[in-house]
């Protein structure tokens, strides 16, 4: 045997028998099975199948209208998006500090009183809000819901853009600058790809956000899927209303996450050595 | 449309709101800063599971990450709100029969958010760990430190240190979710500006002091942590 092979460093060997950590592992896992077999078994002692055919139609429901809340304020973010990043590397004063204000307000106060200022808050302007012809959608909790969540998303869109345009190298806009591109071209067919890739994890993380968030419109009276649960809880006073909706919750986060990994894994492919 | 004068409405006494609203921004301050040493040590905790050689340890951690990190904290708050009532009667009443329980809004919040608060905490310190070399450990280890009186004396500083600034932005977030507690019925900022608009009408106007002071919250906190960040830059520089 030569000397350099015993030189080699081996992953150190296992430890055995009963290390502290593992004697702690062990117990946290079996906590977390015991957690989860408690749970089920809960679901099952407690099936009432009057709850779920008076109230699965009802989740459904209210899933679809997370979804749609979710979407349009997603969609609408990101075309917000785009002005306010602009604004926010651009050179003139006045522009980038607007976008900066804007940037601070909606991530440094809570979505639910952005919410509130919206649902509530607007209603002070009953009047005024009539006589130009919007009162009609502000009246809606559903279009209030999605106007503060749309505003939200949009400053935290605007800085995923920014970080991820920033993120691209200088040397990159000269290239294209010295290939003769002008600046629109440069953006669409050289910056944005690469700055997209970056992006892409911010985004699915907003988008998960989002979700999650999405459960406060429940308490303006929207009946999205937390919504539903809340009548449920309200007429039944049963605690599996909760349970259905966060593990609903859980399995679309999950499907979420994995589904941007997927994609992350997939659009770095060339990047991988 | 009620015709009050606002600096009436926004005036210290009985007949002005700013009064409440200053108590509900104490009870906010009070609970993000009841919240934190909890979450933090949690959180600590579960990074260093998450990290550890043992499989078992890794696992349960990352489940409480992704249980935590997975539910919306609206849902997790109501769950532990009317879910923990239910359980504790179910047990006490094998010794008392005609025992009610009820779960105060502000211990219900501040366990809710610490459990959330560390499960984000926690990956931020994760990354952290990631950054220490191993030979810090092995240092640690050479010199005879115990794997404990390794940590905390020789990673623990570093680890604060790196995980700072990601820290901050927990602690932001922190600061804006415990405006969810007021749904369960606790009286900070939000509840009573909800109640000053109840009451007075002036919805847009008690929503946005309400704004103004999470606002003022976080440029506080923005302050103090760059006064932490610098000194910690000057400790780290007369070593």
């Known amino acids: 045997m030569s000397v350099t092979a015993t030189l080699v460093e081996r992953p150190p060997p296992r430890a055995r028998g009963w290390p502290r950590s593992r004697v702690i592992g062990y117990a946290m896992v079996g906590f977390w099975i015991l957690f989860g077999l408690g749970i089920v078994s809960y679901l099952i002692f407690a099936w009432n199948a009057d709850f779920f055919a008076k109230y699965a139609p009802a989740y459904l429901k209210g899933l679809q209208t997370t979804l749609l809340l979710v979407c349009i304020s997603m969609v609408l973010g990101a075309i917000l998006s785009v002005p306010v990043a602009y604004g926010r590397m651009s050179s003139n004063r006045l522009l980038s500090g607007l976008a900066y204000c804007y940037v601070y307000f909606f991530r440094g106060t809570p979505l639910l009183v952005q919410t509130y200022l919206v649902y509530y808050g607007l209603g002070s302007f009953r009047t005024e809000l009539q006589t130009v012809g919007l009162w009609d959608f502000f009246k809606d909790a559903f279009n209030c819901g999605v106007f503060a969540f749309a505003l939200n998303t949009a400053a935290y869109q605007a800085e995923i853009l920014r970080g991820a345009i920033e993120s691209v190298p200088r040397g990159q806009w000269e290239g294209a600058a010295s290939l003769g591109l002008h600046k629109l071209q440069t953006l669409r067919k050289i910056i944005l790809p690469q700055a997209l890739i970056v992006a892409l994890r911010p985004y699915g993380n907003e988008l998960i956000l989002m979700v999650k968030a999405s459960a406060i419109v429940a308490i303006i009276t929207v009946y999205d899927l937390m919504g539903q649960a809340k009548l449920a809880f309200a007429n039944s006073f049963d605690i599996q209303a909760y349970i259905w909706v966060a593990l609903v919750y859980l399995v679309m986060v999950e499907i979420l996450r994995h589904g941007v990994e997927w994609i992350e894994r997939r659009i770095t492919i060339h990047l991988k050595r | ?239």
């Open chain 2, 1 to 239: 449309m009620p015709s009050q004068n606002i600096w009436i409405l926004l005036s210290w006494g009985p007949d002005g709101w700013i009064d409440d609203i200053a108590y509900g921004a104490l009870v906010t301050i009070a609970l993000a800063l009841a919240t934190l040493p909890i979450g933090l040590t949690i959180g600590f905790f579960v990074a260093w599971a998450k990290q550890s050689d043992e499989p078992s340890l890794r696992l349960a951690a990352n489940i409480y990450t992704t249980v935590f990190r997975g539910l919306p904290e609206l849902v997790t708050l109501f769950l532990f709100f009317f879910g923990v009532p239910i359980l504790l009667q179910h047990l006490v009443r094998y010794f008392r029969p005609d025992a009610t329980i009820d779960v105060n809004s502000f211990v219900a919040g501040m366990i809710v958010l610490s459990l959330i608060f560390s499960s984000y905490a926690s990956e931020v310190f994760l990354s952290a760990f990631r950054a220490i070399p191993k030979g810090q450990y092995e240092g640690g280890y050479a010199i005879g430190l115990s794997n404990w009186l390794t940590m905390r004396k020789v990673i623990l500083p570093q680890l604060l240190r790196i995980a700072f600034p990601g820290l901050e932005n927990c602690w932001l977030s922190l600061l804006k979710d415990t405006s969810l507690v007021s749904v369960v019925g606790l009286a900070e900022t939000l509840r009573n500006a909800y109640t000053a608009a109840r009451v007075t009408k002036h919805a847009f106007l008690f929503y946005g002091v309400a704004a103004m002071v999470f606002l003022g919250l976080a440029v506080v906190s923005s302050f103090a942590t760059s006064a932490i960040l610098r000194s910690l830059g000057r400790r780290e520089a007369q070593r």
